[in-house]
T-cell receptor
Framework: GAVVSQHPSWVICKSGTSVKIECRSL??????MFWYRQFPKQSLMLMAT?????????EQGVEKDKFLINHASLTLSTLTVTSAHPEDSSFYIC??????????FGPGTRLTVL | SQQGEEDPQALSIQEGENATMNCSYK?????LQWYRQNSGRGLVHLIL?????REKHSGRLRVTLDTSKKSSSLLITASRAADTASYFC?????????????FGEGTQLTVNP
């Protein structure tokens, strides 16, 4: 399967600042990537579908102006949490859509907003 | 309640025992997948079973799918301490695309040495 990396693996920021999270597909052309959010001891919630070269599709209830997604190449998608607040603290995970309906996940980024 | 509910929420067994986790869903699906997540890590794909399949095996894993009951089960045989993790089922939201997934609540499996 595809090898997916995320950077940073963890980040602590002050309330009101913006944080960028990178998701890289190291050995697979990622036409479609997904961004999820996971709160402690909960399941993954899909935030948005990121397609290379086009605008992301956001799930209902996810603010597109707050969670900016850019997927400018087949190997990189970025999620920027703008004006972060403590309630945005979460585990953010990206995945790459594989060829057979499976997804390959990155290791996740732990965001803590103070 | 949402698509992809699992039970039990938590399961604790001894090494060598079998572990069975169940997943139920509400709408029609194209396929159902099981993923594993170690604490604080990303997910690892375990197995995919399509709607026209009833059972699938992969090593110590056995997955069944009953589309009439909208349910699936994951059996891990001869469990090991290294199997300790959270296990999630996931269904495709749109049977025509099969790409966007809805995850269940997960089962936290603890295998005691």
């Amino acid at each position: 399967g595809a090898v997916v990396s995320q950077h940073p693996s963890w980040v602590i920021c002050k309330s009101g600042t913006s944080v960028k999270i990178e998701c890289r597909s190291l050995d697979f052309q990622a036409t479609t990537m997904f961004w999820y959010r996971q709160f402690p001891k909960q399941s993954l919630m899909l935030m948005a579908t990121s397609n290379e070269g086009s605008k992301a599709t956001y799930e209902q209830g996810v603010e597109k102006d707050k969670f900016l997604i850019n997927h400018a190449s087949l190997t990189l998608s970025t999620l920027t949490v703008t004006s972060a607040h403590p309630e945005d603290s979460s585990f953010y995970i990206c995945s790459v859509a594989g060829l057979t309906d499976t997804q390959y996940f990155g290791p996740g980024t732990r965001l803590t907003v103070l | 309640s949402q698509q992809g509910e699992e039970d039990p929420q938590a399961l604790s067994i001894q090494e060598g025992e079998n572990a069975t986790m169940n997943c139920s869903y509400k709408t029609s699906i194209n396929n159902l997948q099981w993923y594993r997540q170690n604490s604080g890590r990303g997910l690892v794909h375990l197995i995919l079973i399509r709607s026209n399949e009833r059972e699938k095996h992969s090593g110590r894993l056995r997955v069944t799918l009953d589309t009439s009951k909208k349910s699936s089960s994951l059996l891990i045989t001869a469990s090991r301490a290294a199997d300790t993790a959270s296990y999630f089922c996931a269904t495709d939201r749109d049977p025509t695309s099969g790409s966007r997934l809805t995850f269940g609540e997960g089962t936290q499996l603890t295998v005691n040495p």
